[in-house]
């Protein structure tokens, strides 16, 4: 059972940046495709990002078109992580980020659910105006 860790949130007024990142002990993160998702209260989930798996250190993401030039997902394979840089921060961005693994293809990334996959506990994004 993968366990992933979701850390990095926090408090940032609009305009500046965050960097939270997801980790686990028990799997090598680099075997799995990983996705961050947010979910704000009183909402559905919603897909942000997405890098692939690879067995030759090539990795491609995807992300939603409202994150485009503003997120960036990224692996650190010594550490174990996928860390998502999110700089120009809006306050409708506020929202909890989960991260979450699965051995599918970074394509079908976006569909995962809850019960697919391995998720982390999230870690809350807030955004003032």
């Known amino acids: 059972h993968v366990q992933l860790v979701d850390s990095g949130g926090g408090l940032v007024q609009a305009g500046g940046s965050l960097r939270p990142s997801c980790g686990t002990s028990?799997?090598?993160?680099?075997?799995?495709?990983v996705c961050w998702s947010r979910q704000a209260p009183g909402t559905e989930g919603v897909f942000v990002a997405a890098i692939s798996w690879s067995a030759r250190n090539i990795y491609y993401a995807e992300y939603a078109e409202s994150m485009k030039g503003r997120f960036t997902i990224s692996r650190d394979n010594a550490k174990n992580t996928v860390s998502l840089q999110m700089n120009s921060l809006k306050p409708e961005d506020t929202a909890m980020y989960y991260c979450a693994a699965d051995a599918r293809s970074i394509a079908t990334m976006r569909f995962l659910t809850y019960d697919d996959g391995y998720w982390g506990q999230g870690t809350q994004v807030t955004v003032s105006s």
């Open positions: 028990r799997a090598t993160l680099g075997t799995y495709a």
